[in-house]
């Protein structure tokens, strides 16, 4: 069965700088999804970005891209420019296309406190 | 767009007593989710619907029960509340389960048992 791991549990950034929050995921699959979801305190979901296994690319989204490292199965989010909006907790999330069934694996999250 | 929405925000319940939570969205999707969120735990899958009146476990069942009668609606019940189940409740949705598709999620619904 596949996981995914977040092992930071909590970050901090000062405001104007970058962060990189970790995931790594572990699968025998060759073919998947990637996504980070943002939670503000507000309680939504937001998807951030995400990744598809077979795009060397790494996808980005304004301030927000990925280091997508498929051999080592790592999958971190940086944040560039960090604004006060962006503290969040933030999930990274993994999707088998196999089963058909669109669920997702979700780590354990990482609180990102901002600081101005 | 309404998008996902869930009823109710909050509710405290004494254990047990069951319960029913709402899911309904608009976006005319074949695939619902409802996710539990622990501290230090992430989001897991209680049970999922691949379509109309079909649902399928998740990772963790136990303690509740779904319905899908209707293609925009997912129920989740509880039928005798635990305090184990003390938890924010999530429910998601989206179009088909094998594409890089997002699921969307509603607010979310904090749950007590007292």
């Known amino acids: 069965a596949q996981t995914v791991t977040q092992s930071q549990p909590e970050m901090s950034v000062q405001e104007a700088e970058t962060v990189t929050l970790s995931c790594t995921y572990d699968t025998s699959e060759s073919d998947y999804y990637l996504f980070w979801y943002k939670q503000p305190p507000s309680r939504q979901m937001i998807l951030v970005i995400r990744?598809?296994?077979?795009?060397?690319q790494n996808a980005t989204e304004n301030r927000f891209s990925v280091n997508f490292q498929k051999a080592a199965k790592s999958f971190s989010l940086k944040i560039s420019d960090s604004q006060l909006g962006d503290a969040a907790m933030y999930f990274c999330a993994y999707r088998s296309p196999g089963s058909n069934t669109g669920k997702l694996i979700f780590g354990q999250g990482t609180t990102l406190q901002v600081k101005p | 767009n309404a998008g996902v929405t869930q009823t109710p925000k909050f509710r405290v319940l004494k254990t047990g007593q069951s319960m029913t939570l709402l899911c309904a969205q608009d976006?005319?999707?074949?695939?619902m989710y409802w996710y539990r969120q622990d501290p230090g735990m992430g989001l897991r899958l209680i049970h999922y619907?691949?379509?109309?009146?079909?649902?399928a476990k998740g990772e963790v069942p136990d303690g509740y029960n779904v319905s899908r009668l209707k293609k925009q609606n997912f129920l989740l019940g509880l039928e005798s509340a635990a305090p184990s189940q003390t938890s924010v409740y999530f429910c998601?949705?989206?179009?088909?389960?094998?594409?890089?598709?997002?699921?969307?999620f509603g607010d979310g619904t904090r749950l007590s048992i007292l």
């Open positions: 990744q598809e296994a077979y795009k060397q």
């Open positions: 976006m005319n999707h074949e695939y």
């Open positions: 619907s691949v379509g109309e009146g079909t649902t």
């Open positions: 998601a949705s989206t179009w088909g389960g094998a594409g890089n598709q997002p699921q969307h």
